[in-house]
């Protein structure tokens, strides 16, 4: 069954390398990709999803940055989770920082990772393997 991801994410080259990656597993029918630059942006597409009776395409899965401008991901983590209908939402972190505090913050938040940017190089073609495995393999929370 396909999904939906949305990934949240300021950085241009990011967003170009994502794009590359899902390519394929778009084409293949795996995977729906939506993209934000801002956690505003994903925060308002989540509230026209809660406000609508016939907007039914809650992600699957979201890949969330931390470091945006407007809103950061832990602003973004708190706003979904604050939200019944979200609370069991999968969120993914995938950021620069490996801070372990933030680290820490984040599976306070329950994430269900944590992926450093910097640690994956230029794997994102793995994320999207990772992304199905966990998708066929993990009953997701129903939408």
Same mark, same amino acid.
């Given at each position: 069954m396909r999904k939906n991801i949305f990934f949240v994410d300021d950085g241009e080259t990011?967003?170009?390398?994502?794009?590359?990656?899902f390519n394929k597993k778009v084409h293949d029918g795996k995977f729906d990709?939506?993209?934000f630059r801002d956690g505003e942006a994903v925060t308002d597409r989540l509230?026209?999803?809660d406000a609508s009776t016939t907007d039914n395409k809650i992600p699957d899965i979201i890949l969330l940055d931390l470091n945006m401008p407007k809103m950061g991901g832990f602003e973004v983590l708190d706003k979904i989770r604050s939200n019944h209908k979200f609370k069991t939402m999968v969120i993914f972190i995938l950021t620069t920082s490996n801070n372990p505090e933030e680290i820490k913050r984040a599976y306070g938040k329950n !994430? *269900?990772?944590?992926?450093?940017?910097?640690?994956m190089g230029n794997r994102y073609e793995?994320?999207?393997?990772?992304?199905?495995?966990?998708?066929?393999? !993990? *009953?997701?929370?129903p939408n």
């Amino acid at each position: 069954m396909r999904k939906n991801i949305f990934f949240v994410d300021d950085g241009e080259t990011d967003v170009i390398a994502i794009k590359r990656a899902f390519n394929k597993k778009v084409h293949d029918g795996k995977f729906d990709l939506d993209i934000f630059r801002d956690g505003e942006a994903v925060t308002d597409r989540l509230e026209e999803i809660d406000a609508s009776t016939t907007d039914n395409k809650i992600p699957d899965i979201i890949l969330l940055d931390l470091n945006m401008p407007k809103m950061g991901g832990f602003e973004v983590l708190d706003k979904i989770r604050s939200n019944h209908k979200f609370k069991t939402m999968v969120i993914f972190i995938l950021t620069t920082s490996n801070n372990p505090e933030e680290i820490k913050r984040a599976y306070g938040k329950n !994430v *269900a990772g944590y992926l450093v940017k910097d640690e994956m190089g230029n794997r994102y073609e793995r994320l999207t393997e990772l992304l199905e495995t966990y998708s066929d393999t !993990v *009953a997701l929370p129903p939408n």
